[in-house]
């Protein structure tokens, strides 16, 4: 259990601590357009103080909580952002745009793009999969002379649910580290619930997204390369090794997972699927995994080979330090006793806590534009409402968060921006079709969420 420092504040001034330290945040990330690390970290000072706690306590409960997120989910990011880049560079996700692609007709190309982009979603971050995937998109939609929308909103339906809700994301990871969920419940639940969202957001709803934004492809990558490739490599491996690469790491933890509900303690079958499942273990051994194979499959040297793990990683220095600060404001909210008095607070209510935890991600949300920082700053509030939760309850308590991140990409979101541009359409064409899509995708989450809550 957390120790709660003493404090001379009362329940009025904690409260007070906690709403003046989310307006000074999202004021500092909207309105002043500061970068969310800096923007966490002075909030974490601000709610501190407000709450009575002295600089050195404010600057000790930061950095623990800094420390243990980072050493919780920062090794698990930095190897799944080494596996999506030697995944791209070896041109291992080509292989495997363009043979599910190659397999679909006309009627099932948006079923195809849905899975494509989950796939390609499942080890890369949402950014560098959708820089990924534009050329992809705009060349299917070309040859397919389908309607631009019938084949974008699928593939981005598939890369933003596995964002949200699918480990080894940031987002999910940080979520389960800092509610104390387990993964391998999470995943599970999350691939199931990721199914039918998918459809929904993609497939299904790219029918109204085509009517409503009746455009075009754009003349972008028009001269380049057909495929659209961004790779390094010479060759390409075979479609089968790229795809078992992908999905090992999934393999590994949902093993993990069924031998804890099938396998009794202290077995050999347990011991071992519990080892490969351990979600440092599953990420290291396939990101040495796919260093061999796609290298060796696609004819990258060593030098290239080592250029490309090195250079995955300084684009993600933002991203981890953005959850670091989370991971530290939250345990500010936990040491001064704001995040029990939410928890319990929201325990007390009639709403169900589940809905509750999409409801608080999708304030912050809409509010900062990030998803990632609503993620982390939502299951900082819902910590303690986690610990009170069977581990099957918290494992959908994340799930929930992630619903609630994505909910209606607008104007604060980078995402908006990448999409109205790569696409050539206007502001308001973008909200009938990406910020609509991440809507549903969100609705539909949280709705499944809810549905599995009362079954389980």
Known sequence: MPVILETAASTGQLIMATLIGF?????????????????????????????????????????????????????????????????????????????????????????????????????????????????????????????????????????????????????????????????????????????????????????????????????????????????????????SVPLMTVLLPVVLMMGKALADIFALKGTAVRSILDFLGEPMFALLLTTLLAIFTLGKASGINRDAMNNSVGAALPPIAGILLIVAAGGGFKQILVDTGIAKLLGNGITQSSISPLLMAWLVAVVIRLATGSATVATVTAAGILEPVAASLPPAHAALLVLAIGCGSVFFSHVNDAGFWLIKEYFGISVGQTIKSWSLMETALSVCGVLLVLLVSVIV
């Open 23 to 239: 307006a000074t945040i999202v004021a500092l990330i909207t309105k002043f357009k500061l970068h969310p690390f800096l923007s966490l970290t002075i909030g974490s000072l601000v709610v501190g103080a407000i709450a009575k706690l002295s600089l050195s306590e404010i600057l000790a409960s930061y950095s623990k909580g800094v420390g243990s997120t980072v050493a919780s989910v920062g090794v698990l990011i930095a190897l799944g952002a080494i596996i999506g880049k030697l995944l791209a560079d070896s041109g291992g996700a080509d292989e495997i745009v363009d043979t599910l692609v190659s397999q679909a007709s006309p009627a099932t190309l948006p079923w195809a793009m849905a899975l494509i982009g989950a796939v390609i979603g499942l080890p890369m971050f949402f950014e560098i999969g959708l820089v990924l995937l534009v050329p992809v998109i705009l060349l299917v939609t070309r040859r397919s002379k389908l309607p631009l929308m019938r084949v974008a909103i699928p593939a981005l339906a598939g890369l933003s649910t596995m964002h949200a809700l699918v480990p080894p994301h940031p987002g999910p990871l940080a979520a389960i580290g800092l509610l104390k969920a387990d993964l391998g419940i999470t995943l599970g639940f999350g691939v199931l619930i990721a199914i039918p969202t998918v459809v929904a957001a993609g497939p299904l709803f790219s029918r109204l997204a085509a009517r409503w934004v009746p455009v075009d492809e754009p003349d972008l990558f028009l001269n380049s390369d057909e495929n659209g490739r961004c790779g390094i490599a010479p060759g390409r491996p075979r479609f």
